[in-house]
């Protein structure tokens, strides 16, 4: 099997055991949110605030840019484009985070 598929294939079987892992994090954390007596879990809620935060900003700051792009100057657009990174990485680690402190329960 060759050609660009390949690559796709490999990448899809990479991100299923971490789409599992967070689905079974965002399981539980669902649960003790509808729990009132489950036990605390302060790593899984600073994670996933921090997975949100990281989303928000990653996918904000480029539509914030875009709407007033024709205000910032140009030096503004590096800053979006450090924010919008950082964002993104911040997401994409706590999300790593998550499926490994889901997958240590397991």
Do not use: C, K
């Amino acid at each position: 099997m060759e050609g660009p598929h390949n690559a796709l294939l490999v990448r899809l079987l990479l991100a299923l055991p971490g789409a599992s892992a967070l689905s079974a994090s965002y399981s539980e954390l669902r649960r003790r949110r509808q729990d009132p007596t489950a036990p605390p879990d302060a790593t899984a809620d600073l994670l996933w605030r921090l997975l949100a935060w990281g989303f928000g900003v990653g996918v904000g700051a480029p539509i914030a840019a875009t709407l007033v792009l024709g205000l910032l100057p140009a030096w503004m657009i590096n800053v979006v484009a450090a924010a919008m990174i950082g964002g993104v990485l911040t997401a994409f680690i706590s999300a790593f985070v998550l499926g490994w402190h889901q997958g240590g329960r397991r």
